[in-house]
């Protein structure tokens, strides 16, 4: 099954994580098929904290893909 969910990246105590789509069995940081945007939850206020490719995001779940509990928040958090 495919997953677009999270995948950290960062350093030590300031993580960073890019929204991937991947298979379910892969490891988090593992292979992946595609990197559709990233989450910042340490950006400085002139930094950009969240972007997606909502293209993307429609194409992939259209073929069957599933968002995780914590993307699918992100995606409705910031919809407007």
């Known amino acids: 099954m495919v997953t677009i969910r999270l995948s950290r990246g960062g350093a030590k105590k300031r993580p960073y994580?890019?929204?991937?789509?991947?298979?379910?069995?892969c490891k988090r940081d593992g292979q992946k098929l595609e990197r559709i945007g990233f989450f910042n939850p340490m950006a400085a206020s002139n930094?950009?904290?969240f972007q997606i490719d909502r293209t993307r995001v429609d194409y992939w779940?259209?073929?069957?893909a599933k968002a995780s509990e914590?993307?699918?928040?992100?995606?409705?958090?910031?919809a407007a």
Request: charged share 30%; glycine share 4%.
């Open 17 to 25: 994580y890019y929204i991937v789509v991947t298979d379910s069995r």
């Open 47 to 49: 930094e950009p904290k």
């Open 61 to 64: 779940v259209s073929k069957g």
């Open 70 to 78: 914590r993307v699918a928040d992100l995606i409705a958090r910031h």
